[in-house]
């Protein structure tokens, strides 16, 4: 016998999208310092100010889109942010989330790619992780910080943001950690993520998604190993960084070669002694986008470096490959184990 209609029959709203809206979402923004947190000093120049937690604590627009907590966590210029400060942060990050449906942590956008990225590959929850920033300080004209708080919070809201790695959300636009890099030193849509473009925007007040991510990783360790260098190479480029980062120990380096990967001749001695010692070198391109690829076979060209035993890393860019060598070491301890890895996840 079929049961009374009112037993079985679910009211769904007229709105789709409404349905979101029964409940509001906890979400817990993290605080860590950059520009959203400094004001102008009397002394001259813009400075960390103190009132910012309290300011968000009281943001009557906030509460209105979720029930948030903050968390007074840091109050530093990205640029004192170091690796170690940035795993912290993504292991506090991977506790606290568990108690809240997504978080928001705000960061000096000066490092804010690194930071972000980072907690990508080392966080196992698949809630939503939204790093957001401020170019303009709270003293300045047409400050972008509340606004983009706000939109950080609707997208750590919204059904689709889970499972789609560490968001960047800046300027009303969506973007990926891996993708996203701060692009202009002053500018308000100083973020983009060149060659491939946001994910997404906040358009006023809705969550618009507009392609997805296809290619994630994820290096879960209890631990970072730091002896990891960069270097940028530029032209006549000789050995004198490299031979200086394999005697104080290094146990990677990641090279901002030319184009697809490619060096001065020169550099190749240096670049075999350090590989004999067993230093993985990694190469990267120093250009904006693109892939290094094993193309040209002259001496310290991308194939010829391969040949020799370096590592092409793909289309990643040299600070973010730097950080997932860190990551790779903290976890397996081993060149050959990292070398392996790096192959089968580079694009
Ligand atoms: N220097 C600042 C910082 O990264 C810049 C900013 O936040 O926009 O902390």
Redesign the pocket.
Known sequence: MPLPKQEYQIQFPTKPHSVYNYMKKNILIVLT????A?KASGQGG?VPANEFADFLRQFPQLSSVANVEVMDYLN??????TPQMMFELAKLIDLKIIDFDGVVVT??????EETAFLCDLVLTTRKPVVFT?????GSELGLDGPRNIIGSVRVACHHDSMDKGVLVVMNDEIHTARDVV?SDTGKVD?FMSPGFGPIGCVDPDQVVYNRSTLFRESVWTDQLDTDIDLIKAVAGLDGRHLKSSVENGAKAIVIEAFGRGNLPKTLVPDLVEAMKKNVVIVISSRTYTGRVLPEYGYDGGGRHLQELGAILAGDMKGEKVRLKLMALFGKYHDADIVKRFFKQSSL
């Open positions: 310092g950059g520009t959203i400094m813009v530093i210029p990205s640029p004192y942010m960061h000096g956008t000066d490092t804010l920033a401020a170019m303009r300080s701060k100083a």
